[in-house]
């Protein structure tokens, strides 16, 4: 009875060696892959900050453009205005020399 119960308690003993050992090796994996959760969390918020500012860059750029083609805008057509007025004042001069030259009125009384 005595080598049963020895072996009994040896087969006992094994199961509870293989159950410890089983569950180390489980926590372990717990343990690593609970690690690269967080790495892979901490990557994906990285990812989003990044995507935020390139996202808040590339909207300024845009806003620095659009002030800049209004800019060119209104530099052109205050350019134009400048051209025209100064083309019709020369104009309207010629015209006035034109006239005091020849003394001529253009209304009749």
Do not use: W
Request: glycine share 2%; net charge neutral.
């Amino acid at each position: 009875m005595d080598t049963q119960l020895a072996f009994a308690f040896g087969i006992l003993a094994m199961i509870a060696i293989i159950m410890i050992v089983v569950l180390v090796v489980g926590v372990v994996k717990v343990i690593k892959i609970t690690k690269q959760i967080r790495s892979i969390e901490q990557e994906l918020s990285n990812i989003h900050v990044e995507l935020s500012n390139t996202r808040r860059d590339i909207y300024n750029e845009i806003a620095d453009n659009c002030k800049e083609l209004t800019r060119r805008a209104d530099d052109a057509y205050t350019n134009a205005r400048n051209i025209c007025n100064g083309y019709t004042d020369a104009r309207i001069d010629k015209l006035e020399q034109k006239l005091t030259e020849t003394k001529k009125p253009i209304l009749k009384d």
